[in-house]
């Protein structure tokens, strides 16, 4: 494949993020900060490429966590922004570091909120609640914090409106990357559900979800969204986005090992579906390549496998419109969120390098990895 992040000349596999694309995106961001007010995080459990931190700090309010380690991460590497964090539960342990660092703090629960409480009294940290509104337009219940028996936030039901001494805000995170119609209708919901306890509080934080940095998002209606509970209740609104911060500006770039037959042509490649890109099977999806078609499409097509022994490590079917040689470069689309911070070693396999592309064609390696990267865990 002839192509820019396949020219390159760095040992596959490896990950490239194009600094211009991680740019563009955050420009996107900060014209809806500018004109709402809203500010806006970047939720590190998709994208924790702290090298980009300086850069991102520029745009954004801060990071938001979801453990101590990541709330750790935000608060070193973008020194001087908002850190936030929200778990399903605290230790005893870990929120006694978690108050020295954080700014906000939201709980999952009444129980949590009474069981911590008291620490954070004569601090400045900033207490709130996450809700679940019992509405999401999501349709696959791994992805979806409102499915029957969720855990995911305080229902309506379940809320204690007598314990909110302390508490300044609401947090809530229904969505997964969709647009902002149905973030609309959820802040309806919200507001019909748990607006009489907005009265009085500081801010409202949105969670992420929203796709705000693809090409058909509707920009405008996320700003009448954010305008409607600010103006209603006067409140400080917070987005805290993963996915559109760094939404389709990284590649995985791999190498086509070996080529078989078993009823249809297999390509064999140096990366992993199952170590180097989880979400391939746990969501799942089939990722987009450079150059290819659906399978058919084209004259030539092929399954992608990957080096590892779990047979079902596919990574999925492609068409090209010449035949694959072994040494041929595949370029995999949209690699930088929900890869790195979830891959893995298992069976041995190394993680690939990561990559910057930066704004003047310079090429920096961010990291390598070895074998003491596998021993080290074990
Ligand atoms: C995952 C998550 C986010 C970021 O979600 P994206 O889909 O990546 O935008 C934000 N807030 C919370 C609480 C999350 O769990």
Redesign the pocket.
């Known amino acids: 494949m002839k192509n820019k992040y396949a020219d390159l000349k760095c040992k596959t596999p490896f990950y490239i993020v194009d600094e211009a694309l991680i740019i563009k995106n955050l420009e996107i961001l900060k014209r809806v900060s500018r004109r709402t007010g809203a500010k806006i995080?970047l939720?590190q459990?998709?994208?924790s490429m702290y090298s980009l931190y300086p850069l991102i700090s520029e745009y954004l309010s801060g990071t938001?966590a979801?453990s101590l380690f990541e709330a750790r991460l935000g608060y070193e590497e973008m020194r001087g922004s908002e850190t936030h964090i929200?778990a399903p539960a605290f230790s005893d342990d870990d929120f006694d570091e978690i108050i020295k660092i954080c700014d906000h703090i939201?709980f999952n629960s009444f129980s949590q909120w009474d069981r911590h409480k008291k620490k954070v009294k004569d601090t400045n940290v900033e207490c709130g609640i996450?809700i679940n509104p019992e509405y999401s337009e999501i349709e696959t219940d791994i992805?979806n914090?409102c499915f029957t028996g969720s855990r995911?936030g305080v229902t309506p039901a379940n809320f204690i409106s007598d314990d909110l001494e302390g508490i300044s805000g609401l947090?809530f995170?229904t969505?997964?990357?969709q647009n902002s119609d149905v973030l609309y209708r959820t802040v309806m919901e919200v507001d019909k559900k748990f607006g009489k306890y907005l009265e009085g509080m500081k801010w409202l934080?949105y969670?992420?979800?929203?796709?705000i940095t693809r090409d058909d998002y509707d920009v405008d209606m996320l700003c009448r969204s954010i305008e409607y509970m600010r103006d209603k209740y006067n409140l400080q609104i917070y987005l805290?986005?993963?996915?559109?911060?760094a939404l389709n500006s990284g590649f995985l770039v791999s190498e086509v090992m070996d080529i078989m037959n078993n009823g249809i042509d297999i390509a064999i490649l140096d990366t992993s579906a199952a170590c180097h890109m989880p979400d391939v099977l746990e969501m799942p999806y089939r990722p987009n390549v450079i150059g290819s078609g659906q399978p058919g499409e084209k004259p030539y097509t092929y399954r992608f496998g990957g080096p590892t022994c779990l047979a079902g490590d596919i990574i999925g079917d492609y068409s090209f419109d010449k035949p694959l040689n072994v040494d041929d470069r595949i370029v995999f689309c949209d690699m930088a969120?929900?890869s790195m911070v979830k891959n893995n070693t298992f069976n041995g396999i190394n993680l690939p390098s990561i990559q910057l592309l930066h704004t003047d064609g310079t090429v920096e390696t961010i990291k390598t990895f070895g074998y003491d990267d596998f021993k080290s865990r074990l």
């Open positions: 995080l939720a459990k998709a994208f938001t979801s929200y939201v996450r992805y914090p995911m947090h995170h969505m997964c990357e934080n969670g992420g979800g929203h796709h805290e986005p993963g996915e559109a911060v969120i929900y």
